[in-house]
């Protein structure tokens, strides 16, 4: 009789407790991207999006940082699992240099991403044509946990400027440069990206402005021969943006998806097979996901340790590291 009353309970008290195993076992990952006005932002929607659905127990968000340095120092904190990186900021973030003088980041490589590109970016009227003409000019330099800042400090030194005395210098993130150009508050801004960035695409496309992107590839010898060999010369080629008229002769700087070297093996190793897997889910969301390409997944475009599930992905992928 005992028995019998007390088994719905008994019952019950078990669905509880395998409902709170099953929640336990809940993984959730927060990807740390970038503003809403760049290419970090929505393919980091894409990435937590094919996690989210193709990982049992996973759930993956996308979290709106200022950047690189952000995102470096979100994994440092175990706030973030994932973050998206150019390779500069998180050769500095596993160095502790510069913005990470504080304490050095354990930052593993998950994969190499797609090549960044340097815009200095001005338009019509600022009298801007040449990296010199930037002297005593109102500049923004990217948002404060940004790599744009990173690169851009490096850009202006090796092109022979003080980012202090020779700027009048404001540091917006790519939305609010732009915002900021159109209600002339600002002459021109640094913004690194992939291509195109939607931004700089409205800049283009507004009425009674014309576009102007600085050629700067000449800093490239200087800043390599300072930083290491972190930067290749490239072009943004004419008609990428409306209104641009001409290549584009610029910098440019890998990206690279990170991890902590802390990141399960298993896991990590998940993350990288399911981004291959379902690579044309990313390339829908951004076209430059396409870089995300086997052949460009060694050791020259990440100067981070790889995380040892990268390694053995790419391995049985036959892919030489």
């Known amino acids: ?27 959730t990952i927060a990807i740390g991207t970038g503003g809403t006005g760049g290419v970090y932002y929505p393919l980091g929607g894409g990435l ?32 973030s699992e994932v973050g998206f990186s150019m390779a500069d900021a998180a050769l500095d973030a596993l160095n502790g240099e510069d913005k990470f003088k504080s304490g050095k980041v354990d ?11 340097m815009h200095v970016v001005s338009i019509e009227g600022t009298g801007i044509n040449t990296m010199a003409d930037l002297k005593g000019k109102r500049v923004s330099t990217g948002s404060p946990g940004s790599a744009t800042e990173v690169m851009a400090f490096r850009v202006i030194e090796a092109a022979g400027l003080d980012k202090d005395k020779d700027l009048k210098r404001e540091r917006l993130g790519v939305a609010e440069s732009v915002n900021a150009i159109k209600d002339r508050k600002i002459d021109a801004f640094f913004w690194v990206g992939g291509l195109p960035t939607a931004a700089v695409t409205d800049l283009g496309a507004t009425p009674g402005l014309k576009i102007k992107l600085i050629d700067h590839d000449e800093v490239v010898t200087k800043m390599n021969a ?12 004419a008609k990428m943006y409306p209104g641009q008229d001409k290549d584009n002769k ?8 990170v991890t902590s070297s802390k990141m399960s093996d298993e896991l990590a190793y ?27 997944q060694k ?23």
């Open 250 to 257: 610029i910098s440019t700087v890998w990206n690279i998806l």
């Open 48 to 79: 937590a999006n094919i996690l989210s659905k193709n990982l049992p127990g996973v759930q993956a968000t996308a979290e709106v940082t200022g950047g690189s340095v952000d995102n470096l120092k979100l994994i440092a904190t175990g706030q």
């Open 299 to 321: 050791t020259g475009n990440s100067p981070i340790p790889w995380h040892p599930a990268a390694i053995k992905y790419f391995k049985d992928k036959g892919v030489a590291m």
């Open 1 to 27: 009789m005992f028995d019998r009353y007390y088994r719905p309970a008994a019952l019950a008290l078990a669905v509880t407790l395998f409902a709170a195993g099953a929640y336990a076992q809940q993984k």
């Open 107 to 117: 930052v593993r490589t998950l994969m190499v991403l797609y090549p960044n590109r």
């Open 270 to 296: 998940n993350i990288i097979k399911t981004v291959f897997d379902k690579k044309p889910d990313l390339v829908a969301v951004h076209k430059e996901a396409e870089s995300i390409d086997f052949k460009f």
């Open 226 to 237: 300072k930083y290491g060999a972190l930067y290749i010369t490239d072009t943004i080629p």
